[in-house]
């Protein structure tokens, strides 16, 4: 079983996707006759899917996209055929943003006859049941690993990438009837998918935040907020308590950063001789994150504020600490909101206020023990919903980012409804001999 944490899909006859490839791929080596390749998949029956919220349809893309990345060599299949044998994804930085891998392993399996895990999504071959196309593109683990320039004049790995994608989604003819809306690509990493992102801006994108995205690309109204998987080992067996806590405010990460993350310096000057707080720099090497874990599972509080985006993994490591977090980020969009309550665990803060002389202070020490022993309650009740893993389980981060995007398809139907009002009209089907008739009535 894999410690850290997929789809695929057939078009079907009404519709037949266009067999327009990739440039540089060969289009019979991924498709069959209804645009897709049945060889490439692995040969998994149908589970019971009776608690499944969505049925996705997967794109059998090269594994140039997705495992291959893993240094997975294929053997007459485009995925994976022994799920118990899964490649694991880098660590360090590279797995906070890792929703692609999580989301395509589960999938993967979802259909696998006795699967013991629960099943929100469950992968389809026929296109007419989907109710979502997922793209299975590890566009962070791209970014991290293939932006690099190799050749002076040449094009990244990771812009090609993105270039063969947009090439191949743009052939299909579900994306042309859709428009892409109804497509689901995951983009976590701030930077993944920059070049892609504007042609793609119709799709449901899965990210960390919008600190990097125009409003008209990225919005919470049509895509979905996922989690950063938490660098800091869960804690289990917590039997902490007020007292035993005996660090009020723990933050420690990078002092200096770009955009709003100013903010960082200012709160580093007002609070690093403030007794009981502890504010230092830090990295994610393994002594950094064993001294991070060790702090925040000492501490009441946790700060979490604006870096180069409105989020960070830091919140992900309170939470799965069960250290209270101070959210200080104006601009945060946060995971689940519409289902999940963060000021039951969370205190936010306004940048305005953070800033103020002795502000912070006297608003954690106004925190009595009653009401910080619910928060924390409701930390260690929450933090299994930011927790990825492979098998899943039920509402961890995998089972909730599908209920997402689930609640998501009521307002893609309207739409996708709305669109195809004049589109199959009588009038659109009979508009040159209506128009014919009306030049003879005016003769």
């Known amino acids: 079983m894999l410690e850290d944490e997929k789809l695929l899909y057939e078009i079907s006859d009404e519709f037949q996707p266009s067999l327009i490839s990739p440039p540089g791929i060969r289009t019979d080596e991924f498709t069959d006759k209804n645009g897709y390749s049945a060889d490439s998949e692995p040969n998994i029956k149908q589970g019971n899917p009776k608690d499944a919220v969505l049925k996705v349809f997967m794109y059998n893309l090269p594994p140039e996209f997705h495992f291959g990345m893993l240094d997975w060599k294929p053997e007459n299949s485009v995925w994976p055929t022994n799920l118990t044998e899964i490649p694991r994804y880098p660590g360090g930085l590279n797995l906070q943003h890792s929703p692609e891998y ?24 026929n296109s007419k049941e989907a109710d979502f196309f997922f793209v299975p593109f590890f566009s962070s683990l791209s970014y991290n690993r293939h932006s690099k320039v190799e050749t002076p004049g040449h094009k990244s790995r990771n812009e090609l990438l993105q270039e063969k994608l947009v090439h191949f989604l743009m052939g299909q003819e579900v994306w042309r009837r859709s428009g892409g809306k109804n497509h689901v690509i995951v983009m976590h990493h701030p930077n993944s ?22 409003p008209l690309i990225g919005n919470v109204e049509k895509d979905v907020v996922a989690p950063y ?13 007020f007292e035993s806590r005996n660090i009020l405010l723990f933050f420690q990460g990078a002092l200096f950063r770009k955009h709003g993350g100013y903010i960082r310096q200012k709160l580093y000057a007002l609070l690093k001789d403030e007794k009981e707080v502890h504010f ?15 702090g925040m599972r000492s501490s009441k509080f946790c700060l979490n504020i604006a870096g180069d985006t409105p989020s960070s993994n830091r919140l992900f490591d309170a939470i799965a600490s069960h250290c209270v977090p101070v959210i200080i980020s104006d601009e945060i969009e946060l995971p689940y909101e519409d289902v999940l309550d963060y000021t039951e665990f969370c205190i ?24 910080w022993t619910r928060m924390w309650q409701k930390l260690k009740e929450v933090s299994h919903h930011f927790e990825y893993q492979y098998p899943v389980q039920p509402d961890d981060a995998v089972h909730m980012i599908w209920k997402a995007v689930a609640r998501k398809l009521p ?10 009002r004049y589109s199959r009209s009588w009038l659109a089907k009979h508009r040159d001999s209506f128009f014919s008739l009306q030049k003879l009535d005016r003769g």
């Not at 998987?229 to 308590?241: E, I, M, Q």
């Not at 953070?354 to 009401?371: D, Q």
Request: hydrophobic residues 40%.
């Open 102 to 125: 999580w989301l395509t392993l589960d999938l993967l399996s979802s259909n696998i006859p006795g699967r013991s895990s629960p099943s929100s999504a469950r992968r389809v071959e």
């Open 193 to 214: 998918m920059v070049i892609a992102r504007e042609q793609l801006r119709s799709a449901m994108f899965i990210v960390a935040d919008f600190g990097r995205y125009s």
């Open 229 to 241: 998987k938490h660098v800091v080992p869960s804690f289990a067996k917590d039997f902490s308590s």
């Open 280 to 294: 230092t720099s830090g990295n994610t090497q393994r002594n950094g994150i064993r001294a991070a874990t060790e």
């Open 348 to 371: 936010f803060v306004q940048s305005a206020d953070a800033v103020k002389k002795g502000f912070l202070i006297r608003l954690l020490n106004s925190v009595k023990k009653e009401e």
């Open 411 to 420: 307002s893609v139907r309207l739409s996708l409804h709305k669109g195809k």
